[in-house]
Structures are given as C-alpha cells and as structure tokens.
C-alpha cells in the first residue's frame, strides 16, 4: 500500500455513488505530462500531477485514462496489441499499480478505457487468426469469404459495409481467401463477440484490471460489439444533402445497435458490480439519447452525443434539455463538452455564437456544464481553457485526418490532443524534448501556472465551480425543473433536493440582460458562485442584471 495516508473524507465522499454524484475528469495520457523527455507523456507524469486533480487541486472524483496498452499507435492507442499490459511507452507495469495507489491515496477512482470492439492487427490473437481458417484463433475475428470475384479475377467484399474512418469494412487476406471487418482502420480488425471464446478472453482481461484495483471503465465504442449474425448489407439512404459522407449514406442497421446486445453488456456489467462502487461508461457510437437512456442502468452510464453537438445558443441549451427530461426521466446521463474526438469547446461553442473571447465562452459553459443533471465528465485542459490547435497537415498523426476522400474531409483530432502547458517555460513543464503534438500559440500565457494564480481565470473559476457543487446536494442529485424566464438568449434552470434549491440564470451573449426572478418561487435569492468570481446579485424587487455572457448560481435565503 501506499505510504500517504488518505484524506477519509475525500475517500468517504460520495460512498459507493461517487459516480453519478462526483465528477470524472479524462487524461489523454500521451499529452498529459512526459517524464522521460521523449515528448510523449507517461503514466509517471501523471501521477506528478495527481495533486492538480485532487482535492488539494480541482477536487475531481475520478480519473478516467484513455487507453495505456501497448500499441503500434496507428489509431494512437485504440489500436490495442496486449489489452491486460501496459504500454512501455507510457511505463511500467510497477508505474500503473503506483499510480492507482497514488490515486486511490487522494480520494481518486480511476477509470481504465477498455477497447474491445476490435484489436490492433499486431495483436496475438490477429496474427494467428489471420493465418488459416483452421486453429484456436481462427474464428476469433469477423471473417467472412468473398461475394464472388470481379471480371479480373479479384475478390469482392462481402457486403456494402463500410468503414467509418473510409473505404470498405472489409480488407482480403489471401491467406484465408477471406475478407475481415473493420469499422475503423485495416490496422483495426473487429472481434467475433459471438464466439464464446472470445467472450471469456476479454472477461477475463477485465477481471484482471479489477483484480489490480481498477474502479471502472469507459467501454469503447460499445453498441457495435455485435453485428447482425447474417451481415446483411445495410439499406442505401437516399436524397441526402450534397456532402454527406459515405458512412453516413446507410442506415447501420445491421453493423450495430443488435437486440442481443443488452445481454452481452450485462454479463459485463455483472463482473463490475461484484463491488459495490464499480462503474462503467460506455461510448455510444452514433446513436441519440434515446439509445443513451435505454442502455443505461443502475451503476451504470453512458455518454450521450447532444450536448457536444449543440451551439452555444440558450434556445438550442432549452430545447435540448427538455428532450432531454422527456427521454431520460429518471435515469441517470452524464453531461460532457469535450473529449479526445471532438473540437474542444472553447474553440467550438465560441466559433458557433460568433464570439471571439473563448475564455469567457470557457467559464460560462463550465457553470452550465457543472450544474445541469448528470454526471460530468470533464477533458484535460478545458479547466484552462484550452483552444484547438492548428496542426499543418504535414504535421498530422490523427490517420483519418491524413485522407482525403471526395467531398469529405475528416476533422484531425490532433487539434484537440495538444500536450497540456503547465507553466511558461520552454517545453510548458510538459517535456523536456519535442512534443509529439505541437503546443498551441498561446501556450506561452495559457498555462496552469499562470491561472493558479488567478483566481478569475478559467481555472480559478473550474476550482469555485466543482467546489460549490460538490457542497451542495441539490447540484449533485437533485431532479432539475427548467424555467421560461429572462429573454431568448437565457437559460434558467432550478436544480432540487434533500429541501435544497439551486437556481441557476444563464445569460449566453455578450449583450446584458435582465431577468425577473419572481418565477423562480419565493426567494429572496443570494448568489453564491457563477461564471464570474464576483457573481451579479439580484436587486430587492428580484430582478437580476447579467454581464455578457454570465452565469449566476444562486442559493434560497
Ligand atoms: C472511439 C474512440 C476513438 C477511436 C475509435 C476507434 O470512438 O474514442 O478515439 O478512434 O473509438 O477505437
């Protein structure tokens, strides 16, 4: 065990709910902080940052990892060659038994990303599966034979599948004289889950992580681990606007989303819930919150793509939450901006209002996204407000990024996996030689050093934020009742619980506005935090004056 003692209170926190009460924060480990100079980040760096999460930092309840196996990096890490070790790119196995010791002595979960839709074509299983049709592994991959063979001579695909990152789902081996799938890259064969081996193979890799202390997972991907056993060709869309790309052209009907697949899932789920305090995320890959709520259970969540997609527009925010109410009801979501897939927020929700300064866009949506219902989950660097950054495409490592198919360009991800700058120095505390993802311009000013010391900057204003919610109940668990009150351009919402309220007044642009809190039930009603460090206060009469993009949180009495 561990030599430092825990703080009992952060370890009690929240009890064995902690994940929809607490907050889970997501490292990029290869971006996060790089200990041995090779300008990729490592599991050693971020245990040297565990005290920037914890509560003598942000006062997150978890720390979900992307992916640490070994890799040959084609997918940077979900392309998985070994998933029960860890990648000597990132460490050692010593490191990561340390770091969920180090975690776990500052009240942090830590949350493993489990790629099991596929495997890297590296992996054991592959290599031999590839071989023969004949043997152990051979029907541990999709594999399927030709369609027949074209006027040359050549194999044809199976189906019309394609693969999400372009192209066919199908690549030929010649020396099965079969055809495997892949949703994403060739380097990327999908797992035959409808092999019981296989099945038990990744169980068992799963209790192994738990076995070494592991709290919980984000499953990749997870509504494609089984396809429809016939493989079918999905149904050709029709009349889809000029541009859309070829993915998008089907209706994935029979490549994911199978009615079998909540008994799969729960046989999961089972292994997780043989202590209490264990929980899972999956990745809804497409798919609305309706799939989201339906295959969300008890201890455990799934994302759910809406809010990522919304423009910062408080009619957009009001539309979706109502949907959102309708649809999940009392099942638990979660609530997240940003990840390693998507443009990072401050970039994205600015651009689509028109709004230059990203940081106040960055504190206002960090006050709406530690408010609503659910659990959030927040994307290194968005607590310093961290904007996309432009990588020239000579530059690319996103591999979907470097393809270019007619009409369509895939976003480069690179833009939102940019090491972290924790201080001004050359190198931003994150390297001492040459990152593997170029810094953004502005690293030299927007870094974790600078803003610590400031208490209104974006992270002085996450650390107020995730302070005030984890001291207040009615933020944590209470149901939340939208209000139609202020202008168009005003989001209000009252979050309730155990006899505590919490109203939250959102004014989204840059324009002031003025909201009658009369509404909002008997008041009066005192502010208490908000996107600003001195938050605005309601006058005698209730009405309440908001700077440009300000958010108000405000307490009864
Ligand atoms: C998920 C990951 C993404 C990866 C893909 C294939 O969507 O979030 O980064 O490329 O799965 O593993």
């Known amino acids: 065990m561990s030599d430092i003692t825990p703080p009992a209170s952060s370890l009690a926190r929240h009890g064995t709910q902690w994940w929809r009460e607490g907050i889970v924060y997501q490292v990029y480990p290869r971006s996060y902080a790089d200990t041995d100079g090779n300008g990729v980040g490592d599991l050693a760096g971020i245990i040297e940052h565990l005290d920037h999460l914890g509560p003598d930092g942000l006062g ?4 979900w990892l ?5 890799s040959p990096g084609f997918d940077v890490g979900y392309d998985v060659s070994d998933h029960s070790a ?3 790119l990132l460490g050692t196995e010593e490191d990561f038994d340390r770091l969920v010791r180090e975690a776990h002595a500052r009240g942090l979960r830590v949350i493993l990303d489990l790629v099991m839709n596929h495997t890297s074509d590296q992996h054991a299983w592959f290599q031999a599966s590839r071989q023969s049709r004949e043997g152990p592994y051979a029907d541990f991959y999709l594999w399927r034979d030709p369609a027949g063979r074209d006027a040359d001579g050549n194999p044809l695909p199976p ?3 394609l693969s999400f990152f372009g192209g066919s789902a199908w690549e030929y081996e010649p020396a099965r004289d079969q055809f495997y799938m892949h949703t994403f890259l060739v380097e990327q064969p999908e797992v035959n889950w409808r092999n019981p081996v296989v099945e038990e193979a990744q169980l068992k890799m799963v209790r192994g992580w738990l076995d070494r202390g592991v709290d919980g ?3 990749d991907v997870f509504n494609i681990f089984l396809k429809d056993p016939e493989m079918p060709s999905n149904p050709e869309l029709e009349d889809l606007a000029e541009g859309t790309s070829a993915w998008d052209r089907q209706e994935h009907k029979y490549d994911r989303d199978q009615p079998d697949f909540p008994e799969l899932i729960a046989r999961f789920r089972a292994i997780v819930d043989e202590v209490p305090g264990r929980m899972s995320v999956g990745e809804l890959f497409y798919g609305g919150p309706e799939t ?3 295959l969300s259970n008890q201890n455990h969540l799934v994302f759910d793509w809406e809010l990522v997609r919304a423009p910062w527009s408080a009619a957009e925010y009001r539309a979706l939450l109502d949907r959102r109410q309708a649809i999940f009801g009392d099942t638990w979501p979660t609530v997240v901006l940003s990840n390693h897939d998507q443009s990072r927020h401050a970039s994205r929700l600015s651009a689509s209002a028109g709004i230059d300064d990203t940081d106040a866009v960055a504190r206002a949506s960090a006050a709406v996204l530690l408010t609503l219902r659910g659990t959030p989950f927040l994307y290194y660097g968005e607590e310093i407000g961290l ?4 990588v020239p495409f000579e530059e690319i490592i996103d591999p979907p990024a470097r393809r270019v198919e007619a009409g369509w360009v895939w976003w480069n991800r690179d833009g939102c996996r940019s090491p972290m700058p924790w201080t001004g120095e050359p190198g931003h505390g994150f390297t001492t030689g040459r990152p593997w993802i170029r810094f953004g311009d502005d690293a030299d000013t927007r870094h974790v050093a600078a803003q ?6 974006v992270l002085g204003t996450y650390k107020r934020l995730i302070a005030l919610r984890q001291g207040r109940s009615s933020l944590r668990r209470g149901a939340l009742r939208r209000l139609d009150i202020g202008g168009d351009d005003v989001l209000a919402y009252i979050r309730e619980a155990d006899g505590e309220a919490t109203l939250v007044v959102a004014n989204f642009v840059q324009q002031p506005s003025t909201v009658d809190l009369g509404p909002a039930g008997d008041g009066p009603w005192r502010p208490i935090g908000g996107s600003h460090q001195d938050p605005s206060a309601p006058d005698a009469d209730g009405s309440l004056a908001l700077r440009g993009l300000e958010v108000v949180i405000l307490a009864r009495g």
């Not at 992307?66 to 070994?70: L, R």
């Not at 904007?387 to 432009?390: A, K, T, W, Y």
């Open 60 to 63: 997150v309840d978890g720390v």
């Open 66 to 70: 992307s992916p640490i196996y070994p």
């Open 86 to 88: 860890v990648d000597p």
């Open 159 to 161: 189906n019309n599948w």
């Open 217 to 219: 997972f984000r499953l």
């Open 292 to 294: 989201s709520a339906s």
């Open 387 to 390: 904007r996309d950054v432009e």
């Open 452 to 457: 610590a010391l400031d208490p209104p900057s």
